[in-house]
């Protein structure tokens, strides 16, 4: 077995806190990577406090992680010792039904999430938050030498969520764009939207959010507890993306979209959201949403970063300080993502 250490939270009452642990043996397929940097998704706290229900105790989190390979399979030949990799939101599926076979691998209904979830053996999955993992290869990404590694992390989650539906939708030049929350999945929505060729207006309830708009080179900002603003931007906008996390009414901002405009939901309230039908009838729109990305629509995204120079804003910490660092997430007090140096594990 490979000897592993990493934080985990003990129930879902407790912080997270040092843990030492056990990941299988590297097998004929496998790659042994060495974690340097692992991203803070907001899932990661809504997992270690069982927001959602059904978490699996001890758990380590995190599924955005960027290392180094130190071992590989026999029958590996994808990577060699020594080259980046990353590893996003899952680590295994059964490669044969329709999903998989279509490029959706993140929604096999035996896929393995990389971490509160069962593997094939049964065995508890745990995440990035730890200084080593052993992953089937297929399930681990080529990472670019060009970009700051730190900062890729998150495009193993924030990014691929806010890439996939605007390649699916073919957002691009000569359309508006909005953006409804300017986080960790937001900025990255806006940096995509800038660089697909469309014009992007970040939607937010804080006016305090407009520098920071305009730093990340959003085309308008747009206030939504400001009437006047939300009347004069009705029916204007192609796409809206909607990221934010909390509960909130997006009945307001169905209203901004075209005819035949489209909502795109990537953020997971808690909440169900209660939508007037008249809503979606006026004007032919359409809601839909969008979850992460299949294996080969994550390495795409990665690629298209590298050329474009695309990472996330990050504020770099300390494992110790991660707890911290969720209190901080909660109050939205992070520009624009936080990850983790796990060489201070």
């Given amino acids: 077995m490979v000897q592993t250490k990493g934080y985990a939270a003990q129930n879902a009452n ?11 043996e590297v097998r004929e397929k496998d790659v042994l990577i060495e974690i340097l940097y692992c991203g803070v998704c907001h899932s990661d706290l809504h997992c270690i406090t069982n927001h959602w229900g059904e978490s699996i105790f001890p758990l380590v989190p995190g599924h955005e992680i960027v290392g180094r390979v130190l071992s590989t399979g026999n029958l590996v030949t994808k990577f060699k010792v020594g080259d980046l990799a990353g590893v996003g939101t899952g680590i295994d599926s059964c490669r044969e039904c329709e999903e998989c076979k279509s ?14 979830n069962l593997d094939k053996k049964g065995n508890p ?35 691929i969520t806010t890439y996939s539906p605007l390649k699916k939708w073919k957002v691009g030049k000569g359309h508006k764009l909005a953006v409804v929350g300017l986080g960790g999945l937001g900025h990255m929505a806006v940096k995509f ?43 204007t906008f192609d796409f ?24 795109i939901n990537v953020g997971l309230p808690p909440k ?29 995204m990665l690629d298209f970063c590298a050329e474009n120079n695309i990472v996330s804003d990050i504020e770099l910490i300390d494992i110790k300080n991660v707890n911290e660092a969720f209190e901080r997430m909660e ?9 983790i140096d796990m060489s201070t594990l």
Wanted: contains cysteine; aromatic residues 10%; negative net charge.
């Fill in 240 to 263: 809206i993306l909607d990221t934010v996390a909390q509960d909130h009414d997006i009945n307001p901002y169905l209203g901004l979209l075209r005819t035949d405009g489209v909502y």
């Fill in 193 to 235: 939207g800038k660089a697909l060729g469309a014009e992007v207006t970040v939607i937010s309830t804080s006016p305090s959010k407009e520098e920071a708009a305009k730093e990340l080179g959003t085309d308008h900002f747009l206030l939504s507890k400001d009437e006047e603003q939300m009347k004069s931007a009705f029916h």
């Fill in 14 to 24: 407790e912080k997270l806190t040092p843990w030492n642990f056990e990941r299988q």
């Fill in 272 to 300: 169900p959201w209660e939508v007037s039908s008249f809503s979606l009838v006026v004007g032919n729109k359409t809601m839909t949403g969008s979850g992460v990305g299949g294996l080969k629509e994550v390495q795409e």
């Fill in 125 to 159: 999955t745990y995440g990035g938050y730890s200084d080593k993992i052993v992953v089937d290869a297929d399930f681990a990404f080529h990472i670019s030498e060009k970009l700051d590694l730190a900062a890729v992390a998150p495009l193993l989650c924030a990014g």
């Fill in 331 to 339: 109050r939205g007090d992070v520009r624009y993502r936080f990850v």
């Fill in 103 to 116: 490029g959706h691998e993140q929604f096999c209904i035996d896929g393995v999430q990389t971490y509160n």
